[in-house]
């Protein structure tokens, strides 16, 4: 089975049934029966992550994150790794409980949340915010809605980093998920308070286009 042939199915499904979120559940579910195939399941984090934190010497000691979006845990195992007081989160109850059995012991807090409508609590509560192909499977009637509700997690004085598939402004989107954002929609991350660090366009042979953004709330 091709990577991608569940993913547009169900997330076809979704669509039309008007559940713009709900695939994700349906395609851990399958998987874990053996039926589909997770196209993010990688045995590492994701590089564009692991290359940033490496660069800075990042160490989060004392701090608090979250991972967006967690899937099976790779990237929120990572964050914890460096000190971090890590949330991981995800819609799909499956990837969550898949997640923890992978890692057990971890001193990850998964969770299962919809960040389009996560804990109040949260609400700039994290220092760094992980947000790793995740908006990109949103369709653009709530996409907008996702931006912000990424973007209020960051605590005054935190950092958001984004990474994310792109395409240029006048590339015709596929129809599909995930939707590669362009750079205007990166740019929509910033923000009530939240301003661009770094914004890199990172070209890849075999993966096309990628963002790195960097985004900073002033404490």
């Known amino acids: ?99 923890r059995t992978r890692y057990p012991g971890s001193p990850v807090d998964y969770r299962v949340a919809d960040l389009l409508d996560p804990p109040a609590g949260w ?21 907008a809605a996702g931006f912000g509700a990424v973007a209020d997690l960051v605590a005054p004085g935190g950092t958001l980093l984004v990474i994310a598939a792109g395409r240029a402004d006048d590339e015709e989107p596929p129809a599909a998920p995930p939707w590669p954002l362009t750079r205007g929609e990166v740019d929509a991350f910033a923000g009530d308070g939240l301003a661009p660090v770094r914004i890199e366009e990172l070209r890849d042979p075999s993966a096309g286009l990628r963002w790195r953004a960097e985004f900073h709330r002033p404490a």
């Open 1 to 99: 089975m091709r990577e991608d042939e569940a993913t547009g199915r169900l997330s076809a499904e979704s669509l039309a049934a008007g559940d713009p979120t709900g695939w994700f559940e349906r395609l851990y579910t399958e998987a874990e029966r053996g039926d589909a195939v997770v196209p993010w399941d990688r045995d590492a984090p994701h590089r564009l992550l692991a290359g940033w934190t490496a660069a800075r010497g990042l160490t989060g000691a004392g701090r608090r994150a979250v991972v967006v979006g967690c899937g099976y845990g790779r990237d929120a195992e990572h964050v914890a790794g460096l000190g971090f007081a890590t949330v991981a989160f995800d819609i799909s109850p499956t990837a969550v409980r898949t997640a």
């Open 123 to 143: 609400r700039r509560g994290f220092d760094l915010v992980v947000e790793s192909m995740n908006v990109q499977a949103l369709p653009p009637e709530v996409r």
